[in-house]
């Protein structure tokens, strides 16, 4: 019913930044809640930022660093990463749920810090 595609991912140097959009389409309506999902060479997925009524919320790791944000009248969500580190590398996936068992996933956007 839903279907999300991210971009804006690339390579880039520590301490820069990176924002990655995400677009959703189809049965928007019943959206709830949207996030960002990374996931490191050998590491679990881990849910980096989400954003519902209630406002956004961030994992330790990234606070003060990334900001998610949402425009509505376009169906479109951010998140603006800056001062990027190694450990920020990942796949970053695009989410969104419309209640519990029914969560969309985008295809997954590569970024990658390095020097």
């Known amino acids: 019913q839903v279907q999300l595609v991210e971009s804006g991912g690339g390579l880039v140097q520590p301490g820069e930044s990176l924002r990655l959009s995400c677009v959703a389409s189809?049965?928007?309506?019943?959206?709830?809640?949207m996030g960002w999902y990374r996931q490191a060479p050998g590491k679990q997925r881990e849910l980096v930022a989400a954003?519902?009524?209630?406002?956004?919320n961030y994992v330790d790791s990234v606070k003060g660093r990334f900001t998610l944000s949402r425009d509505n009248a376009k169906n479109m969500m951010y998140l603006q990463m800056n001062s990027l580190k190694p450990e920020d590398t990942g796949v970053y996936y695009c989410?969104?749920?419309?209640?519990?068992?029914?969560?969309?996933w985008g295809q997954g956007t590569q970024v990658t810090v390095s020097s």
């Open positions: 954003i519902t009524s209630g406002g956004t």
């Open positions: 189809g049965s928007i309506f019943s959206i709830v809640a």
């Open positions: 989410v969104a749920t419309a209640g519990p068992e029914d969560n969309y």
